[in-house]
T-cell receptor, first 114, second 114 residues
Framework: KAGVTQTPRYLIKTRGQQVTLSCSPI?????VSWYQQTPGQGLQFLFE???????NKGNFPGRFSGRQFSNSRSEMNVSTLELGDSALYLC?????????????FGPGTRLTVL | AQSVTQLGSHVSVSEGALVLLRCNYS??????LFWYVQYPNQGLQLLLK??????LVKGINGFEAEFKKSETSFHLTKPSAHMSDAAEYFC????????????FGAGTRLFVKA
């Protein structure tokens, strides 16, 4: 069974630009969560989507947004990039009926903002 | 509010020695607790999880953790460290709030000396 895939794996942007990251969950999983990982702040929860609806949201500014499609694939968007947005963005999926609470993580997208 | 505290940002052990990584949590409801491992430039991999079935949880790669409610702890152990165990380890608690989100500890980097 294929794991969680994230594209692109690496991204370099400049301040003020916007970026869209993509996540394809494990087949059958309906919940997708996004996390930001930085050396200073660690792993921080961004948001969770389930059946195209945002169920939970972390404490990030409105520049961070996301969406989920009918096939459970998800995208997150960051507008007006700041240097502090440089991070590893991790996507995780879950949702097997027998194991609903376990999240399976993708390899991440490394975003560098110059 | 729920939180996770990992004691020690860095732990160093010799190959063959006991590994002990400490995690304490606070939760107003019975928690779901997890340990994840992250190797360089990779996403997080689930080591084990506690969901109230048994207090001693066995995971992959010889790791296990014991849930102690009285101490609000969920420490990770492995009897004999291997060089390949060198990585960063995250303790996490899963919250159910009409969906769920996962709160991670700050992480503990494990070094294994030959």
């Amino acid at each position: 069974k294929a794991g969680v895939t994230q594209t692109p794996r690496y991204l370099i942007k400049t301040r003020g630009q916007q970026v869209t990251l993509s996540c394809s969950p494990i087949s059958g999983h309906r919940s997708v969560s996004w996390y930001q990982q930085t050396p200073g702040q660690g792993l921080q929860f961004l948001f969770e989507y389930f059946s195209e609806t945002q169920r939970n949201k972390g404490n990030f500014p409105g520049r961070f947004s996301g969406r989920q499609f009918s096939n459970s694939r998800s995208e997150m968007n960051v507008s007006t990039l700041e240097l502090g947005d440089s991070a590893l963005y991790l996507c995780a999926s879950s949702g097997l009926a027998v194991d609903p609470d376990t999240q399976y993580f993708g390899p991440g997208t490394r975003l560098t903002v110059l | 509010a729920q939180s996770v505290t990992q004691l020690g940002s860095h732990v160093s052990v010799s190959e063959g020695a006991l590994v002990l990584l400490r995690c304490n949590y606070s939760s107003s409801v019975p928690p779901y607790l997890f340990w994840y491992v992250q190797y360089p430039n990779q996403g997080l991999q689930l080591l084990l999880k506690y969901t109230s079935a048994a207090t001693l949880v066995k995971g992959i790669n010889g790791f296990e953790a014991e849930f102690k409610k009285s101490e609000t702890s969920f420490h990770l152990t492995k009897p004999s460290a291997h060089m390949s165990d060198a990585a960063e380890y995250f303790c996490a608690v899963s919250l159910h709030t009409g969906g769920f989100k996962t709160i991670f500890g700050a992480g503990t980097r494990l070094f294994v000396k030959a």
